[in-house]
């Protein structure tokens, strides 16, 4: 993919999600910005696979940067609104800072085995048979994490604001995609 069609997707995927906001303001909206996240990790696998370190850095790089700000945002715009609803089963805000922690700490080991990768080249397959191995693992967190927030922290979020409350969290949210 060439650098212009990144432009011309991302573009088009911003203007997609506001768009959506705009018509349905509602926290699920979000989910859209996983799917963008889970694409770009696909896309660093991708690399991985074909042994294209540099790449898979740069992709890396891509996912962490998104993924950063969206957690962000997550923790400082949005949880402490759904604090307001109280005790929620399945959903105390520890659990969601809990998980953010742990997905920040796998991005860092995979910064590291990217840059082993990078040193010993002679090892280069086993140490990505390791690393998908890891990131297997980190998936399944994001998984369980995404669809904790698809159930419980958006619905609720939804539930306890007004309509123009939500219209100004979101717009706050989606700032970073404006073009
Ligand atoms: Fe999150
Ligand atoms: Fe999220």
Not at 29 to 48: G, I, K
Not at 111 to 119: D, G, H, P, S, V
Not at 148 to 158: G, H, K, V
């Amino acid at each position: 993919m060439s650098p212009d069609e990144r432009v011309h997707i991302e573009q088009e995927y911003a203007r997609d999600l506001l768009e959506i906001v705009e018509r349905e303001p509602s926290f699920l909206a979000l989910l859209r910005v996983h799917e963008r996240l889970n694409e770009l990790f696909q896309q660093h696998q991708e690399a991985l696979l074909e042994q294209d370190i540099v790449r898979a850095r740069e992709r890396l790089v891509a996912y962490e940067r998104e993924l950063l700000a969206h957690m962000h945002l997550e923790e400082d715009i949005l949880l402490p609104v759904y604090a307001r609803a109280g005790a929620i089963p399945g959903g105390p805000i520890e659990l969601f800072l809990g998980e953010h922690r742990k997905m920040r700490e796998f991005l860092e080991r995979f910064r590291a085995a990217l840059a082993e990768l990078e040193a010993y080249p002679t090892d280069r397959r086993r140490g990505i048979i390791r690393l998908f191995d890891e990131q297997t693992m980190f998936k399944h967190l994001v998984e369980h994490h995404d669809l904790r927030e698809q159930n419980i922290l958006y619905p609720t979020l939804d539930r306890i604001t007004t309509e123009a409350e939500r219209r100004e969290l979101l717009r706050r949210c989606l700032d970073p995609y404006r073009p």
